[in-house]
Structures are given as structure tokens and as C-alpha cells.
């Protein structure tokens, strides 16, 4: 269902200023402002202090977090609400706070170029995978961007395969292995491989070992396009196809479907878009990839299970997973 606009002058100026709102939580998580609230209560003073800020505005920052719910006050003093203690406190495991970074960093600049997107079609922040596995501090910053993502979903892609019955499984374009460390870690006897660009192998081990399953999954360094695949009874593509052009999604199928024995699976996943515009968030992520890759979008789930059946696949369907993702499973 698409979201009402109220006809009045008021509605479309609240709207307008929107950014503002989103600018105020991505400068609090770039500061660490509640990174340094889990400690405890501070006053703005005191937080003006731990952050290093200036003196003009800190308390006009922190109570317009208040009324956004991010922060409550009491007395004089600021602690973080419910989400932010959750999901904002950077070393939580919880901690889902990667991708507003990379928002803040790459996207929010972006955003500001979409007029020239839409008149030229090309990316407005370029970003080379392998430009940033290149910046140790740009890597680490997508790497728990990406940890963030793919850590919410996990508790449905367990949920909506039989993990009891695969004994391997490999992440083509896993990151550090975030999710094929999780399965693991949920399912005893698997055993997994982390399929991504070489730069990513030290901090792929060092997150492996952190989740104490080194010893079962490992990473494989290559190019999805240049190297073979890895083999394995399953194989996943979570979020990478929407990174790429139609054509590039299906020779990348193809591949997959090429390196699976019989009876293997395929899992995809992104953030499918619906036949109607009903769900913006899908739909800004699609705009997302306008400016940052050179070809890539979001694509209906009929255009994924399109690919998947050309390549050869015997299709299920298809499954929401998290707030905003569709999960397609290929059989071979």
C-alpha cells in the first residue's frame, strides 16, 4: 500500500525536511554518542565533553534525539532509549549501526547528486569493491555495514530452509562471513566457505575465529565473474545480484547453477520489489544502487525466479525475510 500524503502545505514541508531527522541519528551514530550513553546518564555538558564538541547546539542535538525516541531525559540528564541501547552501542553484538555509517558516509552524499543521477544514469559515489577492500578504514566500515544487514536475517533464512539436512554451504560474495558463521554456529555438523575478493581474507579469519567456527568455515579468495565457485551443497547470493546490470545477474546464476552437483540449492536474497509501489523502503534502496554502482538496482521477485529458471533451476517460490527482503531458493 502506497502512504498517504495529507493535502496541505504542512505535510509536504514535514516531508521535505525528512533528511533532517535521518542527519541526526547518522551524526549521533558517527559520534558514538550512544556508545558513550551505555555507560550511563550524562548530562550535555558531560557529553559535550566525552564527544568533543563544540559549545553551540549539543543540547538542541540531544533533545531533538529525545523527541525523536532515540534518547530519554530525565533531570537534566540523557540516556539512550529502548532501540538505540540495542541496536546503536558499537562491540554489541546487536549492534546494527554498520549501515548508517556507511549512510552517513557515502549514501547521504549521494542523495544530494539524485537530480544528476536521474539525468545521466551514473553513480554519484563510486565505490569499487575493490577500492574499498583496498582502505583498511573504508573495509571495516562496510564489513560491519554488511554484518549488520545480513546478522537481522538470519533468524528467517534458518528458519525458511532445511538446514539439518545440508552438510555444506558456501556465501558467494559472503563479506567476512558473517552469515555462513551464524549457520554454522547454529548448526553443529556444517561446515561452510566465504567466497570474496582476497583483500577481505585477514579480516574474514579474524571475524571466523571470533565466532568460533574457524575450524569449520573457512575463506576462499576470488572473483565471482574470473574464478570458479566454490562447491557445496548450497550455495547463496545475499545481496549481491542487485549490485550488478540484468545481464551480469544472470551470468552470475548461470555460474552458480554450473558449480552445484544435482540436487543442490541456490538461495537468493535482496530486497525484491513488489509489483506495485506500495513499499518505499524497497524502492530507496533501489536508488541506493542508482548512485552507487554502474548498473545495479533492486528487480521484481518475477525477474529473480526468471533468472533462476533459465539457468536451469526448479523454483519453490518465493519468502519474506526481515522488514524488507525476499528470499528465492533454486534446486538443481
Not at 540531544?62 to 538505540?84: C, F, I, K, Q, S
Not at 551514473?122 to 566500515?141: D, E, G, H, R
Not at 536474497?269 to 513499499?279: H, I, K, Q
Request: proline content about 5%; overall charge negative.
Amino acid at each position: 500500500m502506497t502512504r498517504a500524503v495529507a493535502a496541505d502545505p504542512v505535510a509536504l514541508k514535514r516531508l521535505g525536511n525528512a533528511f533532517c531527522e535521518a542527519k541526526l541519528l547518522l551524526t549521533a551514530t558517527e559520534l558514538g554518542l550512544f556508545t558513550v550513553l551505555d555507560a550511563g546518564p550524562a548530562t550535555a555538558e558531560e557529553v559535550r565533553a566525552a564527544l568533543k564538541l563544540g559549545e553551540r547546539g549539543v543540547r538542541d542535538f540531544l533533545d531533538a534525539l529525545v523527541a525523536l525516541g532515540l534518547l530519554e531525559r530525565t533531570d537534566g540528564r540523557y540516556r539512550n532509549g529502548p532501540a538505540a541501547g540495542q541496536f546503536l552501542v558499537r562491540d554489541k553484538e546487536s549492534y546494527a549501526g554498520g549501515f548508517l555509517e556507511r549512510a552517513n558516509r557515502m549514501l547521504y552524499p549521494a542523495w544530494g547528486n539524485l537530480t544528476e543521477a536521474l539525468r545521466t544514469g551514473a553513480p554519484q559515489a563510486q565505490a569499487p569493491y575493490s577500492a574499498v577492500a583496498a582502505n583498511p578504514a573504508k573495509l571495516t566500515a562496510f564489513l560491519s555495514m554488511m554484518d549488520s544487514v545480513n546478522g537481522l536475517l538470519v533468524p528467517d533464512i534458518d528458519r525458511a530452509f532445511p538446514w539439518a539436512e545440508v552438510r555444506t554451504v558456501a556465501d558467494i560474495g559472503g563479506a567476512r562471513g558473517n552469515l555462513a558463521g551464524l549457520l554454522a554456529r547454529n548448526h553443529d555438523t556444517l561446515r561452510g566457505t566465504v567466497f570474496d575478493l582476497p583483500a577481505l581474507n585477514e579480516a574474514a579469519n579474524a571475524h571466523l575465529a571470533g565466532l568460533g567456527v574457524a575450524d569449520r568455515v573457512t575463506f576462499q579468495p576470488g572473483d565471482f565473474f574470473a574464478d570458479e565457485l566454490p562447491t557445496a551443497d548450497v550455495l547463496i547470493l545475499g545481496h549481491v545480484l542487485h549490485n550488478w546490470s540484468p545481464e551480469q545477474r544472470k551470468q552470475l546464476v548461470e555460474l552458480c547453477y554450473a558449480a552445484l552437483e544435482p540436487g543442490g540449492a541456490l538461495l537468493v536474497y535482496d530486497a525484491m520489489l513488489d509489483d506495485e509501489p506500495g513499499s518505499i523502503s524497497k524502492l530507496l534502496v533501489s536508488l541506493n544502487m542508482l548512485l552507487v554502482t554502474e548498473g545495479g538496482s533492486e528487480y521484481p521477485v518475477g525477474e529473480c525466479l526468471g533468472y533462476l529458471a533459465d539457468a536451469g533451476f526448479r523454483t519453490t517460490g518465493s519468502h519474506p525475510i526481515g522488514a524488507d527482503n525476499t528470499l528465492v531458493i533454486g534446486y538443481k
